[in-house]
């Protein structure tokens, strides 16, 4: 193209010429495409990906966005590299609690990339080029794909924003006057850099295309790209003393950023969100080099069949293109597992069941497995349905080593500790989730509680008063002046500098201060944990679940929630004997029947060892004998061929005791699995009606 850009120019005029029949930019057709287009969006993150599913999931599933109502801290954010971005972020999300307001955001978000993207393409050109008339269609695309990450249930709302800032930035540039706009662009990207942070690369990069393509000034195209790569390392590493690792990382998804815990799929796809601009901008660029007949033709072609035709082309394209987000990048075991911590939160222990049997054992973690036996328990079903879902013996308790640790390990193991009674452990595992995660309003209100039970813990033992019934036990709870009292009013007052959980930290804060109800659930929780934690000193090694269960039952031998986990970890562990062995206990109880694994345990003990099981004056069921013979008959052809057995038995034993006894798996009733998927088993064989081996 020649310097003097008159080849350009009478392309320019040639598309004006072609579109003389065309109506502004910003025709009706545009609007009812774009509201329609938004109007989706809106609709299907607030109904079907649910917000409140991915606010739940905060600090255990995703990383918590910490944000409080406290000067310092807030000072303290915003001074730092990408600090406004963050801050900025973690407020939105504090909303995502309301499932309106939470898709409001997403689409909000969505809109400003999209728009942000075509008036690039218009400054690029002029407005009444082709690019800037159609350009508006093809922005709509990089909204689209946010949609893809909340698809797989993740939360770049930094990284997000951080985009969304630089484009607009980036078109503000454009309009500074030209005598203002070096000085202009040297603030905006130092400035950049400090708000959004090592997002002022793209905007270098953008500014630099449309330098050389919109102004023709190749050298200051290149200096304002040169700039913006040095700009992190001047403000990051010069000023505020990061490693250049750091300074290259800050709220954007090349790098080790806050998007890193994304996995590789979502992670490369908000990665081309990134390069999609300069790309649209270098392909609009591309487009205007072709010959000046062959723009006209695509102009032409563009415009074939009359605003009507175009409409509905346009809807079909963009139908297609959110069938292909909704069929192609869907994470069912993430939302899932969203579901049940939902749930779990909610203490819709139904619900969480129900969630669970739409995982396939496959899908299973040890997370989701351990809050199947949370909700197993609170709905009395532990003994009886256990094996009726995937099952390991580390998703009991999480207490395991090879249980990763991480955000939902630590909620996961103070909340399942506070509720047996282990107060020490809950206290460990809540503070170490502080640590890792930040000031979450569910962990200082956590850790109140934890102070509340371990004051004058003598005096509450001694007394043996019921929970919270009797006079002593409210004087008790009224003393605001306990050392456990005030640690559990510091912690609430900085609960109550949460947006949404102050109201609930003040209206605790005045249950400390004044007498309390009799019938104050959440200072009964507290009363029940007294009496069920161990008081003693105890020195230890290793803090297995054995020793961890067995000590709650000799501190309180009518820790019911003890008891069955105790069961059901020797269940796991194929230690029937032991499971005998506590049997006597049913009657601390008041177990009218024996529940249906144990049962099967009996059964399978007393075919391994030929010794009676004493019964407490109980008979195992009629039924339950039936199909432990059905099941060795069953397994009497397939002794020779193990991992045949496997699919062969699952569909009508894979929810029992005997299956897991055998294979190792459990949960795979009324489904047939591969030889792939059987587990280590517990070596028990079968010769001739007689079980030998099991592990001990």
């Not at 800032?165 to 706009?181: D, G």
């Not at 723009?295 to 509905?312: E, K």
């Not at 006079?471 to 709870?477: D, S």
């Amino acid at each position: 193209m020649p310097p003097n850009g008159e080849p350009m120019q009478s392309t320019e005029s040639l598309a004006r010429a072609g579109s003389h029949s065309e109506s502004p930019a910003c025709g009706w057709d545009r609007w009812l495409v774009q509201g329609l287009f938004y109007a989706g969006l809106l609709a299907y993150v607030w109904l079907l990906i649910q917000p409140r599913l991915i606010y739940d999931a905060f600090g255990i599933y995703l990383p918590y966005p910490e944000f409080v109502l406290d000067g310092i801290w807030l000072q303290q954010a915003v001074t730092r590299p990408g600090g406004f971005v963050e801050v900025s972020a973690a407020f939105l999300s504090q909303w995502f609690f309301a499932p309106p307001l939470g898709a409001l955001i997403v689409t909000a978000i969505a809109a400003l990339i999209g728009f942000g993207t075509q008036r690039l393409l218009q400054e690029l050109g002029g407005a009444a080029s082709r690019e800037a008339r159609h350009g508006w269609f093809v922005s709509l695309f990089p909204a689209l794909s946010v949609l893809v990450f909340y698809q797989f249930y993740y939360h770049p709302l930094a990284a997000l924003l951080a985009l969304a800032i630089c484009l607009w930035v980036a078109v503000v540039h454009q309009m500074v006057a030209n005598s203002w706009r070096p000085v202009a662009f040297a603030a905006f990207c130092v400035g950049l850099y400090h708000l959004a942070g090592t997002v002022c690369l793209l905007f270098g990069l953008l500014s630099g295309i449309w330098y050389v393509a919109g102004k023709r000034r190749p050298i200051a195209g290149a200096v304002a790209i040169a700039f913006s790569v040095l700009a992190p390392w001047l403000a990051g590493v010069q000023l505020f003393h990061l490693t250049v690792l750091e300074a290259y990382s800050v709220a954007w998804p090349f790098g080790t950023g806050n998007a890193s815990d994304m996995e590789a799929w979502p992670l490369n796809a908000l990665r081309c969100l990134f390069l999609f601009p300069p790309g649209l901008l270098l392909i609009a660029v591309f487009c205007r080099s072709l010959p000046p007949p062959l723009q006209v033709r695509c102009a032409g072609w563009s415009r074939c069949g009359g605003r009507i035709v175009r409409v509905m082309w346009q809807l079909v394209v963009l139908a297609a293109a959110v069938a292909a987000v909704l069929s192609f990048s869907r994470a069912l075991h993430r939302e899932r597992r969203f579901e049940m911590v939902h749930f779990a939160l909610q203490q819709q222990w139904d619900q969480v069941l129900r969630v669970a049997r739409q995982l396939s054992p496959s899908r299973h973690d040890w997370f989701s497995r351990h809050l199947v036996n949370r909700a197993l328990y609170h709905t009395g079903q532990l003994g009886d349905a256990q094996f009726s879902f995937s099952q390991t013996p580390a998703a009991l308790l999480l207490l395991a080593d090879e249980v990763p640790h991480g955000a939902p390990k630590f909620w996961m193991l103070s909340e399942i500790a506070w509720e047996l009674g282990d107060v020490n452990l809950a206290e460990q595992w809540t503070f170490q989730r502080l640590e890792a995660l930040g000031e979450c309003p569910s962990a200082l209100e956590r850790l109140a509680q934890i102070c509340l039970a371990k004051d004058r813990t003598a005096e509450a033992s001694q007394a043996g008063e019921p929970l919270a019934n009797s006079a002593g036990v409210r004087e008790r709870l009224a003393d605001v002046s306990s050392p456990g009292r005030e640690a559990a009013r510091i912690l609430l007052n900085r609960m109550a500098k949460n947006v949404l959980y102050g109201h609930r930290a003040r209206a605790l804060l005045e249950r400390l201060d004044a007498p309390s109800p009799a019938g104050d659930s959440w200072l009964q929780d507290v009363e029940r944990v007294r009496v069920l934690r161990c008081s003693d000193d105890r020195v230890f090694q290793t803090y297995s679940e054995e020793f961890m269960l067995d000590s709650l039952l000799r501190a309180n031998p009518r820790n019911r929630m003890a008891f069955e986990y105790l069961m059901a970890f020797y269940l796991a562990c194929c230690r029937t004997d032991k499971l005998v062995e506590h049997l006597p206990r049913l009657n601390d109880f008041g177990y009218r029947e024996i529940p249906r694994h144990y049962e099967e345990a009996i059964l399978i003990h007393t075919n391994e060892t030929s010794q009676a099981v004493a019964l407490g004056g109980r008979k195992i069921r009629p039924e339950t004998v039936r199909h432990f013979r059905r099941f060795i008959d069953r397994l009497l052809p397939w002794q020779q061929q193990p991992p045949l057995a496997v699919g062969a038995l699952a569909d009508e034993f894979g929810g029992s005791y005997f299956y897991y006894y055998a294979f190792g798996i459990s949960g795979t009733g009324g489904a047939r699995r591969s030889p792939a998927a059987q587990g280590p088993g517990c070596g028990v064989l079968v010769d001739g009606g007689a079980h030998t081996g099991g592990r001990r």
